[in-house]
């Protein structure tokens, strides 16, 4: 069974950076473009950003020049690099894949950006 497993938030200033990452395991960072979604609280989990299998990129308009998605396949791990967070960036993070989401959804990782 596959299981994803988000890591990497936590509490950050304005203008912070966050690395998060997500491991997935069964092999299907191989054979998938991968996504990572948010949800912030009282609103629908969107894409924030995706990578195909051959590292074409799409994000999200208002992430876009901040957030960099990434993937590893031989560590079968999806990355995102978060750069000048802002306080509505703040949502549990969570990834599967993309266009459509094919997996059960992991726990996700919470990032809240507040002074």
């Known amino acids: 069974q596959v299981q994803l497993v988000e890591s990497g938030g936590g509490l950050v200033q304005p203008g912070g950076s966050l690395r998060l990452s997500c491991a997935a395991s069964?092999?299907?960072?191989?054979?998938?473009?991968m996504g990572w979604y948010r949800q912030a609280p009282g609103n629908q989990r969107t894409l924030v950003a995706g990578i195909t299998t051959g590292g074409t990129t799409n994000y999200l308009d208002s992430v876009k020049g901040r957030f960099t998605i990434s993937r590893d396949n031989a560590k079968n791990t999806v990355y995102l690099q978060m750069n000048s967070l802002k306080p509505e960036d703040t949502a549990v993070y969570y990834c599967?894949?993309?266009?459509?989401?094919?997996?059960?959804w992991g726990q996700g990782t919470r990032v809240t950006v507040s002074s």
């Open positions: 069964g092999g299907i960072l191989s054979i998938n473009a």
């Open positions: 599967n894949s993309f266009p459509a989401a094919y997996y059960y």
